[in-house]
């Protein structure tokens, strides 16, 4: 065990702070619940410069890690269920359906209270908490997988408990918010995120190859596989993580962000944009697996990995253009992304369904990327002074925190969508014409409030 060495904190503006820590010596104090920063003033270039950076740094790539592990968990049901009929399960189209939609209405949900679990029990505690809680649903998955005679009910419940996975997001988002100043923020919140939502592609590139290593389809591996790694997780974030006392639940904040007409406004564009990124994602491998099952080669992750790395593209478009104009663009973008899948579907052609589909998946990321950009310039759009601008930057924070959990909702309604177009009509095209008809509707919303010629929001070149 390393000798503790004593070290005097610099620049945090309130006298010096003698600590003892090995690890990372600024500001650091311990208690008895943890690992704990008393004093952390990232606006303070001083106290950035001099061991500030390093530690949000530090704390940022544990976050990462954890988050994109979240994520993989939260869509693993979306590779899971393709491969349960020849595991032996025989469930309906819309029992399959079920089961890759309710991991995103559960993680939707979870996105409030994980958002608050960081200030009520630190950001360190509750990433170890949070990855650990990941071992329920990998575990449920590599049991319930060896019995074809599970029960639907069961199934569903065991796929539920994915959704641990998606109110990582919130959590995870909220605490490294809390660790950057605000001219680091976005690139920092823009990088945990991206990073989070690789997780999607990434398990759904790993788990085909690994359920058929060796002889035959070993599906319980898709859950067994993830136990190492969120063992990992949770150590790398007790090793190396830390608590920040200054990290504040502000419910004033988000309550004001609650009546504010904005909140909802981009809440209902963010279903549009990231909805459709985590719901296509879900649906996706089972689309292509019902609609061309001669295509034996694993590309469902290309989807979900465009549409993750045209995130950070969308946030550096809507900095030069505008968020509304790249939001609208990619609206219009994933209306003809559709309309190409109802044309593919029609003359049963794979190259237009899949280059369709990656058009979705990568106006989806950027739009992501656009809206979120936007919240903050709509909540500071004509405030004036410095007391003004706090109010309006953490309501701007309740918008997020509210945004991202209705977006989130996405992930549930497509799935879901495909399966009532599925068993009422025969087939998927009825859902593709509501999701355009909803895209169009996206679009002329985000116009009409945010940039149409005489709206009130319009001269703020949100």
């Not at 819309?94 to 890759?100: C, E, G, S, Y």
């Amino acid at each position: 065990m390393a000798t503790p060495t004593t070290v005097t904190t610099v620049g945090t503006g309130a006298g010096p702070t003698t600590i003892t820590d090995p690890v990372v010596p600024l500001g650091r104090t311990h208690s008895a619940r943890g690992r704990w920063i008393d004093r952390w003033d990232p606006e303070d270039p001083t106290f950035w410069a001099d061991g500030g950076r390093r530690i949000a740094q530090r704390n940022l790539v544990a976050s990462v890690f954890a988050e994109f592990l979240g994520f993989a968990v939260w869509a693993v049901w979306s590779i899971v269920v393709p491969q349960l009929p020849a595991a032996g399960f025989a469930f309906s189209v819309d029992q399959l359906f079920w089961l890759i939609a309710v991991p995103s209405l559960v993680g939707a949900t979870l996105r409030i209270p994980y958002t608050f679990a960081v200030p009520r029990f630190g950001g360190r505690n509750w990433t170890i908490v949070s990855a650990l809680l990941l071992l329920l649903p990998t575990s449920a998955i590599a049991w319930a997988v060896q019995r074809p005679g599970t029960p639907f009910g069961v199934m569903l419940a065991i796929a539920a408990l994915a959704g641990v996975g998606g109110g990582n997001f919130a959590s995870s988002m909220a605490n490294i918010s809390f660790f950057y100043p605000a001219r680091e923020k976005g690139t920092a919140l823009g990088l945990n995120a991206a990073g989070g939502n690789l997780g999607t592609a990434a398990v759904q590139f790993a788990v085909p190859l690994v359920i058929v290593a060796g002889a035959g389809l070993s599906l319980e591996r898709a859950g067994l596989m993830f136990i190492p790694f969120v063992l990992l997780a949770a150590f790398i974030a007790w090793r190396f993580m830390d608590n920040l006392t200054s990290a504040k639940a502000d419910y004033r904040a988000f309550a004001a962000a609650t009546r504010t007409r904005h909140t909802w406004i981009i809440s209902f564009l963010y279903i549009g944009t990231f909805g459709s990124f985590i719901g296509y994602s879900g649906a996706f491998p089972t689309l292509l697996k019902g609609q061309f099952p001669e295509v034996t080669a694993s590309i469902a992750f290309l989807g979900a990995l465009v549409g993750s790395l045209a995130r950070p593209l969308g946030g550096k478009l809507a900095d030069r253009l505008g968020g509304t104009r790249v939001t609208i663009a990619s609206f219009l973008a994933m209306a003809l992304g559709a309309l190409g899948a109802i044309a593919a579907l029609r003359s049963h052609t794979f190259g237009l369904f899949l280059t369709s589909f990656l058009v979705l998946f990568i106006a989806s990321g950027v739009g992501n990327g656009s809206t979120y950009r936007m919240i903050p310039a709509v909540f500071r759009a004509g405030v004036v002074g410095a007391a003004a601008l706090d109010r309006a930057g953490k309501a701007a924070a309740g918008c997020i925190g509210i945004a991202g959990a209705i977006g989130a909702l996405g992930g549930f309604l497509i799935p879901r969508g495909f399966a009532v177009s599925t068993s009422r009509t025969g087939g998927l095209e009825a859902a593709l014409w509501v999701f355009i008809g909803l895209y169009v509707v996206m679009s002329v919303v985000a116009w009409a409030v945010y940039h149409r010629r005489g709206a009130a929001m319009a001269a703020a070149a949100v």
